[in-house]
Each structure stands twice: as C-alpha cells, then as structure tokens.
C-alpha cells in the first residue's frame, strides 16, 4: 500500500525555518518524481514545488522561490522542504504528492495526510 | 502563467441528479487537465486525469471531457459520498495551478 507521512509542521515565526519531511512507503520511491502542494486554511490548492526521481532537477512556485528547498534522500525514502525566510502567507497544510506515471498528464495519484505550518509572532 | 477558472463555485443537488462542472483554462493545456475531490479535513483524491480517464478504484458515474481550454466532470447520479469540493488542475505548464474549486452541496 501507497503510504506518504509528512511531518516537521508546526508554529514559526515570522522569518523562521522549518523542515518538513515526508516518509514514503509501498512503492519505489526513488523511481518517481514529487512536488509539494499547499492549501491555506480555507482556501484553494496551490503548487509549490517539485523534484525529479534522482533529485537532480528542482522548480519552484514564484511564491517560494529562493526561500523554500525541495530535496530527497533515495536511499531514506523521504522527500523534504526546507522553509525559510517564512511569512504569514505560508501558513497552510502542506502536503507531498506523487505523481503518477505513464498517465500522459502527470496527475497527482497519491497524498500524504498533510502537515499544518502556521506562521505568526 | 495558466489560469484556471471553475464554475459554478458552488452547486446544490439531490442524491441521484446528474451534475456538470465546467473549468477552463486562459490558454490551451492540451489534454494535461486533471479532476480531484476533497472533502473536509482531507487530502485531495485524484478522479480524472489527462482530461477524461478514470483514475483506478474511481466509481464510473464520474467522467470528464474536453480538451484545449475548455473542460467539464459530470457527475451521472449523485451518490451522498460525492458531496464535497472538486478541483480541476492543469499539468500542462510548470505552475500546476488548480482552479478555485467547486462546492458541492446536499439541496
């Protein structure tokens, strides 16, 4: 079975760091890329990041790019996101996602449970 | 970069109507258009990906179609598991953006 663990969220404040961490399991983690999703609370959906299956290519959201830092660790089956320079803005569950392969359309097919990261002083 | 806009962004039905949801995107995704559902407290669920095929385990009154800009879910026969908010998502360019998202609610 298909298993995403995210943990790391918490309270920061504002121009903190923190480090997420998503354990996956069930599957040849190292095989798939991965991107980060995050949901303000009460809001929508938006793209955060993703990484290649090696980990050798990274893109980011306009939003988070050069404050956040996606990465993996193959070996330890575990996807990351370092958060720096944190604001109010970034507050919002995080969730790491896979992507499913061979679809044509690079969709989403598995979630984690999320992680809530609240940024406030 | 790609917007993405439903609608309705709300919706009240029955239990076995037929619903549609449209989404369209400000410029052509192709077929790289996707569908969720989430329901409250929860992660999202992938339905429909590359615009109308069916995730795996996803019941078949779900179908989605469309393709360039202009997409639609439809919804055969509203069971009472399928109130919740839908999702559409573009995979065509690197933004991956989502649309508002679609309330669905028990008239």
């Known amino acids: 079975e298909v298993q995403l663990v995210e943990s790391g969220g918490g309270l920061v404040q504002p121009g903190g760091s923190l480090i997420l961490s998503c354990a996956a399991s069930?599957?040849?983690?190292?095989?798939?890329?991965m991107h980060w999703v995050r949901q303000a609370p009460g809001r929508g959906l938006v793209w955060v990041s993703r990484?290649?299956?090696?980990?050798?290519?990274?893109t980011y959201a306009d939003s988070v790019k050069g404050r956040f830092t996606i990465s993996r660790d193959n070996a330890k089956n575990t996807l990351y996101l370092q958060m720096n320079s944190l604001r109010a803005e970034d507050t919002a569950v995080y969730y790491c996602?896979?992507?499913?392969?061979?679809?044509?359309?690079?969709?989403?097919?598995?979630w984690g449970q999320g992680t809530l990261v609240t940024v406030s002083s | 970069d790609i917007q993405m806009t439903q609608s309705p962004s709300s919706l009240s039905a029955s239990v076995g109507d037929r619903i549609t949801i449209t989404c369209r995107a400000s410029?052509?995704?192709?077929?790289?258009l996707n569908w969720y559902q989430q329901k409250p407290g929860k992660a999202p669920n992938l339905l429909i990906y590359?615009?109308?095929s069916l995730q795996s385990g996803v019941p078949s009154r779900f179908s989605g179609s469309g393709s360039g800009t202009d997409f639609t879910l439809t919804i055969s026969s509203l069971q009472s598991e399928d109130f919740a908010t839908y999702y559409c998502?573009?995979?065509?360019?690197?933004?991956?953006?989502f649309g508002q998202g679609t309330k669905l609610e028990i008239k």
């Open positions: 069930g599957f040849t983690f190292s095989t798939y890329w």
């Open positions: 996602v896979r992507v499913l392969r061979g679809s044509g359309s690079y969709p989403f097919d598995y």
């Open positions: 998502q573009q995979s065509h360019s690197i933004s991956y953006t």
């Open positions: 410029q052509s995704v192709s077929n790289y």
């Open positions: 990484i290649n299956s090696d980990g050798s290519t990274t």
């Open positions: 590359a615009a109308s």
